[in-house]
């Protein structure tokens, strides 16, 4: 059980490797939202958006938008976590 902090595409595709069912993901940055929203909304788990000024512009996710309080919670929920550049 992990909680992934996606804020880049370089490594996706070493994360998605890694992804289990009972993982999370969040997206961090826009642009990575923006870029790979289709890969995004394919994942084997809960995949979320963290909602700021920037990804308010666009709509072009499919992931649903957390605030920071969420994203306390699900680090609160998940003994482990991954930053992903």
């Known amino acids: 059980?992990?909680?992934?902090?996606?804020?880049?595409?370089?490594?996706?595709?070493?994360?998605?490797?890694?992804?289990t069912s009972s993982d999370s993901v969040i997206v961090m940055e826009?642009?990575?939202?923006?870029?790979?929203?289709k890969t995004l909304s394919s994942l084997?788990?809960?995949a979320f958006a963290l909602n700021n000024a920037a990804l308010k512009a666009t709509d072009n996710t499919n992931l649903p938008r957390i605030n920071i309080a969420k994203w306390v919670?699900?680090?609160?929920?998940?003994?482990h976590s991954m930053t992903w550049l």
């Open 30 to 37: 826009p642009t990575t939202v923006i870029i790979d929203s």
């Open 1 to 19: 059980m992990m909680l992934h902090m996606l804020y880049g595409t370089e490594q996706l595709a070493e994360c998605i490797a890694l992804l």
């Open 44 to 46: 084997p788990c809960p």
């Open 73 to 79: 919670e699900l680090t609160s929920q998940h003994p």
